[in-house]
């Protein structure tokens, strides 16, 4: 079992930024990659970023590239999202995932269903 706990999320104006975090525990040891998702109401889930522990890879969603940078912490067992330039299309509920079965290539990352392990979401809300 992996918990996440997801922090960080809040209100702030367009072009502010934000930083999550994401606290990872138990067979923590076992995670290929952890990503983040978000979810705004009446949306579907999509994919923002994710990063592979073995080689600190990133994937990022087009519309946060260069704005949005994933990061992971192993001796803290934290993965963060840096969020800069934020827009009020960026307002959602942020989700936190692992992924413990296999290394992932390709469109994987992209896909909610690769990862097995999932956190509560923390709130990012920008103001116009």
């Known amino acids: 079992q992996v918990q996440l706990v997801e922090s960080g999320g809040g209100l702030v104006q367009a072009g502010g930024s934000l930083r999550l975090s994401c606290a990872a525990s138990?067979?923590?040891?076992?995670?290929?990659?952890m990503g983040w998702f978000r979810q705004a109401p009446g949306k579907e889930r999509e994919f923002v970023a994710a990063i592979n522990w073995s080689d600190g890879k990133t994937v990022y969603a087009d519309t946060v590239k260069r704005r949005f940078t994933i990061s992971g912490d192993n001796a803290r067992n934290t993965v963060y999202l840096q969020m800069n330039s934020l827009k009020p299309e960026d307002t959602a509920g942020y989700y936190c995932?692992?992924?413990?079965?296999?290394?992932?290539?390709?469109?994987?990352?992209?896909?909610?269903?690769?990862?097995?392990?999932w956190g509560q979401g923390t709130q990012v809300t920008v103001s116009a």
């Open positions: 995932a692992a992924n413990t079965r296999a290394p992932m290539a390709g469109t994987y990352y992209y896909r909610g269903g690769m990862y097995d392990y």
């Open positions: 138990g067979r923590t040891f076992s995670r290929y990659t």
